[in-house]
């Protein structure tokens, strides 16, 4: 039996650690860094950097230091959309992972500009990266790199994550088809947890067939965590999720509970999961990880 | 004599043309891609692009496709750098450009993702066009590419643009040194004008010595350029250029003026216009629209 929890622990003490080591090479202002890492080192699932090295393992890669920090700017950029969701001109939250929102612990111009340089920071990370593998192993890594910035910006910007949120935001008080708001999301939080996968695929060198089958199964375990997320507000435990529950509702969102109620949304996100679970099905134990990330998101409390 | 007039009418005309070419390229939803049109078309001075561009031609080259669009790329983050620096939370001004800022224009969660969408697009566009290159020219573009993305990561990140911008807002309402002046001013306007020059150096494939006098000249036209822009704060017309006036003495703002005075501010610039031109001296007359725009960034008016 694969050992989820474990694997979950090694991965996330790995990422943090390359976290902090990243951070600590870096002296900008105490301020404006403090307020990064208050964001970047709260305790988050660490879900798409986990799927990044996770996929590149399922490919047959080892992760080395590249890898590694390639999975901790797809971090950033999460923390860095998160910063900007909570501010009080978007979802106004005041509380994320357990702990005030950035804003909120420290004001809103900093918490802008932490985002900005979360943002900015990724992409610094990735290229720099990029620039220390290629120096290392050789330009036939070129073409790989150059591909997942282009895939991370792109699922990232108006095209993936960014317009995602302004669907998000804009339909606040509408109602969407289902067809829409599978749309909105898929853009939302699909997009970026795509990305995670796929540069782990591409990094690690997976062959065609491969991220192939990464890619429907990286489609559908977003929709499903998205779906869970949904549920989450509605029924989660507002203690263990370290954020405040029915905000959705509130705010009057588009939610998968509010769209087929509850119940129905449960089958929805097993159904993605099942789809996931196929694409993936003919792959050796390598996979296995991504397997039970894929059971633990609708398992999970948080 | 070299027409300063007509190059800069050349140069901004195939910039807002590649601009406009860039932005056609996307579709994302209508309100967001409104923000950034908006934000982008606006009639900037498109100095860190004109100066991009200038530097490529100096040291030789001809600027095809890929060095205009990096050359967007920096307006792009320039931009989003303003549209953050105005928000309420931060500069709160209403007037940018000669037009009602994007938080005035739209709302400000749009103004937040508007600008969150231009830094990311920056990097797509940068990342794109660097894959473009390399795939027509060789993989011995590769390593000027990626020098490229890290330095303009770096310059308008925590180390550069965004460090600056945090000190700038900090230091409101306290006395600087001159020195802590000139460094707050190096991050937050310097840092993205010397990443402009160095981008059209290294993708025009400048040699060492051309990067060395140029890197000089881009640290002093950069720190003369924030000299003016506090000046004109003091003593230019708010139409001509464009944003209310006068806001640096209202903020409190550590301003060259308010340390120096006026007189000697204006001095400060000139020296530094002298040093910059110093440092390009020996150079033929391809580096003609560089010292030009040198002497233009001191009798602008806007």
């Known amino acids: 039996m694969f050992d989820l929890k474990t694997y979950l622990d090694t991965k996330r003490s790995q990422i943090n650690g390359a976290i902090k080591d990243i951070l600590r090479h870096y002296t900008a202002s105490s301020r404006i860094m403090e307020a990064v890492d208050y964001s970047l080192m709260a305790s988050g699932k660490r879900l798409r950097p986990v799927l990044c090295l996770a996929a590149a393992e399922a490919v047959g890669a080892k992760t080395g230091k590249e890898i590694i920090h390639a999975a901790c700017a797809l971090e950033m950029i999460h923390t860095y959309s998160l910063i900007h969701d909570d501010l009080p001109a978007m979802d106004n939250d005041d509380l994320r992972r357990g702990k005030p929102t950035c804003h909120m612990a420290f004001d809103e111009a900093t918490a802008i500009l932490a985002g900005d340089a979360l943002l900015t920071f990724a992409f610094q990370v990735l290229s720099e990266n990029a620039a220390s593998a290629i120096e290392q192993s050789g330009t036939h890594l070129l073409t790989g790199w150059l591909d997942v910035i282009q895939t991370i910006a792109r699922s990232s910007g108006c095209q993936g994550m960014i317009e ?22 898929t853009l939302k939080t699909g997009a970026l947890i795509e990305a995670s996968i796929y540069t782990g695929a591409v990094l690690g060198k997976g062959n065609i067939k491969q991220i192939q089958a990464l890619k429907i199964y990286s489609k559908n375990i977003g929709i499903a965590f998205q779906v869970v997320d949904d549920i989450l507000d509605v029924e989660g435990d507002p203690v263990v999720m370290g954020k405040t529950s029915g905000g959705d509702r509130i705010r009057n969102k588009n939610t998968y509970p509010s769209l ?33 990330v894929a059971n633990y998101i609708i398992g999970r409390n948080r």
Request: aromatic share 8%; net charge negative; glycine share 8%.
């Open 164 to 185: 995602g949120q302004m669907l998000d935001i804009s339909s606040e008080g509408t109602t969407l088809t289902l067809e829409e708001l599978e749309h909105m999301h």
């Open 260 to 292: 087929l109620g509850i119940e129905k949304s449960k089958e929805f996100a097993k159904l993605r999961i099942g789809d996931a679970l196929q694409a993936i099905n003919f792959f050796d134990n390598n996979f296995d990880p991504l397997r039970a």
